[in-house]
């Protein structure tokens, strides 16, 4: 087994295997397919991550002090897309996002995949009237992130800041929630043209990029909530494979 500060793999539930010597020196991707109920834990600077499969990932949304809303999202995911790995965080070290945002993944944090990951959704997009794209055409990049792109270090609301999940890179839409309202918790979607810079010169915490402002009228409620989002998820782009729902 691996004993690294940067990497570790840690088997959590060992299976009934032959080789069961071997079976702590692999990871779940070296396992013979067949081989079930395997959890594996990997720890980095960011935290400790678990990872396991479907009925891993049911568990831990049924079993956790998320609202019944939120369950229900999350639920939907992963019976929508069963044979896919699932994530989230035992323990979280950075401070990234509000505490809701961190409670959410650490009882779910997506889905488990080596590259980059793009969402299609099932509701037509909010801008649809500007744009006319349907909902099947639309893939959104997944990311968390306070800057939409090198040219801004951060992106603020009034005086709100907003932390970015999606990026429409055919048309340059946006999807992002307040990270500082508790209360408000709703996605919204907005163009990169709406993105200004600060009028105020509002300084920001790096200094690496100018400090960008939207106005409230530019966005539109994509989704209810964050949660809300994983739940309207029909198909899944990982890397160049394409994931359709069941």
Same mark, same amino acid.
């Given at each position: 087994m691996q004993n690294s500060s940067i990497s570790r793999h840690i088997i959590l /539930?060992?299976?009934?295997?032959? /080789?069961? /010597?071997?079976c702590f020196t692999k990871t779940i991707a070296e396992v013979a397919p067949g081989v079930e109920f395997l959890m594996e834990t990997i720890e980095n600077k960011f935290g400790i991550k678990l990872i396991g499969d479907s009925r891993d990932a049911e568990e831990w949304v049924t079993e956790s002090a998320l609202d019944e809303q939120s369950k229900t999202a999350f639920l939907r995911l992963i019976r929508r897309f069963p044979s896919l790995r699932y994530q989230r965080w035992r323990e979280i070290r950075s401070t990234f996002g509000p505490d809701w945002l961190r409670s959410i993944r650490m009882v779910l944090d997506g889905v488990t995949a080596n590259g980059p990951i793009w969402m299609r959704f099932d509701q037509e997009d909010p801008f649809y009237d500007i744009h006319e794209r349907p909902a099947e055409e639309i893939w959104y990049h997944y990311f968390l992130s306070y800057s939409p792109t090198s040219e801004y270090d951060a992106v603020y609301c009034g005086e709100q800041q907003l932390i970015f999940v999606g990026h429409w890179q055919e048309e340059?839409?946006?999807l992002a929630f307040n990270a500082d309202d508790d209360n408000d918790l709703s996605v919204y979607a907005l163009h990169a043209d709406h993105i200004h810079p600060n009028d105020a010169a509002q300084a920001s915490d790096t200094g690496e990029a100018p400090v960008g402002q939207v106005a409230i009228d530019d966005m539109e409620i994509a989704f209810e909530s964050y949660a809300d989002m994983f739940g309207h998820i029909v198909a899944l782009k990982i890397g160049d494979t394409i994931v359709s729902s069941d």
């Open positions: /539930a060992l299976p009934v295997c032959p /080789a069961r /010597a071997n340059d839409y946006f």
